[in-house]
């Protein structure tokens, strides 16, 4: 019952994202906030930065001065995430000021009959099975994206178009692909637009990482084709892919998104090859925004999610010692009830079990439920049209000003960062 119970409630969730998904990022003008009274603007903070985002603002600062290339960060959430809205807003903020490194991480969500986010496109020749790792009783593991797609069709392929955002071209000259490499496994060949082979993935290549696989492009190219090729019919059974990433040659930031809808913290815990694979992206921020999952449903339990909020985070600092680390309280929201749509405050103590935990364990965080507005401050949001209707989501609108918001918090603490550096 509680499986079936879970399993509508993360295809709701997916299908209000569906909806929102396709709305395009808008830019808010700052004089626009002054309708929305209730957005706390003057408590819009990164906490706990002092130290903890040291070695962060440290190279941003570098790449500020030209003294190194790229500076990477990445995005782990929910369904707030997915659709990459409002952390597409930061990017693009991002980008625009220290340079556009490629469009980062993305994953075929087409083929897992999930939304995509719309800066790019993938369509498929074939049916995938597939899996996003809140699904843990699948045996498929996970990796990289949160999501798997595997196919046993010899002749399975996909197509990728990046498509350019505001002031932003995504053309990309460095593909790499996440994926499974054995003797049972298919290669890969990559094709352009032209239906020209431009390279040639074989699963028993060797390489230093056991999942990835690199093409590099001598021009610039917005679209391929990633097709299977049998050359072992007697061993050559699957395809098995986690994620694609796209970047290009100019310095700047590669600002990477892991969404899954309906994820928790405990979901990426149990995703196999998930911290492995994280690896590969030499992160020197990541960003995790979680929390409105857990406590969506009745029955919060505030240590158990106080100890999967460590569990994730102990993991995530094993594998990638270098990483900074800074979490997002999750928002404010309404959860449903015999009465209709009522205030969830279970919410509350979700954030506030996340600000205890950054506390005690000195990591920085942005506390979006009290700069929203706090207990109770969605029904003011979905009011002026910046919320769906569950009131648990965010229009399209409602994600761009959360980006907005967190784009601002993160500068002002790098300004600071550069103040008290020339002292």
Not at 93 to 118: C, D, M
Not at 295 to 317: H, N, Q
Not at 377 to 385: L, P, Q
Request: proline residues 3%; aromatic residues 12%.
């Amino acid at each position: 019952m509680v499986i079936k119970i879970r399993f509508k409630l993360f295809l709701f969730l997916a299908s209000c994202f569906l909806l929102i998904a396709s709305v395009n990022a808008q830019t808010i003008d700052s004089s626009a906030y002054k309708q929305y009274s209730f957005i706390k603007k003057n408590i819009n903070h990164i906490e706990n930065d002092s130290t903890s985002l040291t070695s962060f603002y440290e190279r941003l600062f570098q790449l500020e001065q030209r003294k190194i290339s790229r500076v990477n960060i990445t995005h782990i959430g929910d369904s707030h995430i997915q659709a990459d809205i409002l952390s597409g807003s930061i990017r693009q903020k991002l980008q625009i000021r220290f340079g556009n490194a490629g469009r980062g991480l993305v994953f075929p969500y087409r083929s897992a009959k999930s939304n995509e986010p719309t800066s790019y496109k993938t369509i498929t020749n074939v049916p995938w099975n597939y899996k996003r790792n809140v699904f843990f009783e699948n045996p498929l593991p996970i990796g990289i994206s949160g999501f798997t797609i595997e196919t046993n069709d010899s002749l399975a392929e996909i197509n990728l178009l990046v498509k350019d955002q505001p002031k932003l071209g995504y053309s990309f000259t460095k593909f790499t692909l996440f994926h499974e490499k054995g003797l049972n496994d298919f290669d890969i060949t990559i094709c352009d637009d032209m239906n020209c082979q431009r390279g040639i993935f074989k699963s028993t290549d060797k390489s230093t990482n056991p999942f990835v696989s690199e093409l590099k492009f001598e021009k610039p190219i917005r679209q391929i084709y990633i097709r299977n090729r049998c050359s072992d019919t007697l061993n050559q059974k699957t395809s098995r892919i986690y994620g694609m990433l796209l970047e290009n040659d100019s310095a700047g930031v590669l600002y990477n998104m892991i969404g899954v809808n309906g994820a928790e913290y405990r979901h990426y815990v149990m995703s196999k090859y998930f911290t492995q694979q994280l690896t590969y992206l030499n992160s020197d921020l990541i960003i995790i925004s979680l929390g409105t999952n857990e406590a969506f449903s009745m029955g919060f339990d505030k240590d158990f999610f106080y100890r999967s909020i460590d569990t994730l985070v102990s993991s995530v600092k094993l594998t990638n010692p270098n990483a900074c680390i800074l979490i997002t309280t999750p928002a404010d929201s309404y959860r449903k009830s015999r009465k209709g749509r009522v205030k969830n405050p279970d919410m509350r103590l979700a954030k506030e079990t996340v600000v205890s935990y950054c506390l005690q364990h000195n990591i920085a965080f942005w506390n979006l439920y009290d700069i929203m507005g706090g207990y109770g401050s969605m029904g003011k949001w979905y009011a002026m049209k910046l919320t769906a209707k569950d009131r648990v989501h965010f229009s399209g609108k409602g994600y761009q000003i959360q980006g907005d918001l967190f784009y601002n918090a993160l500068m002002e603490g790098f300004e600071k960062y550069k103040k008290n550096k020339n002292k």
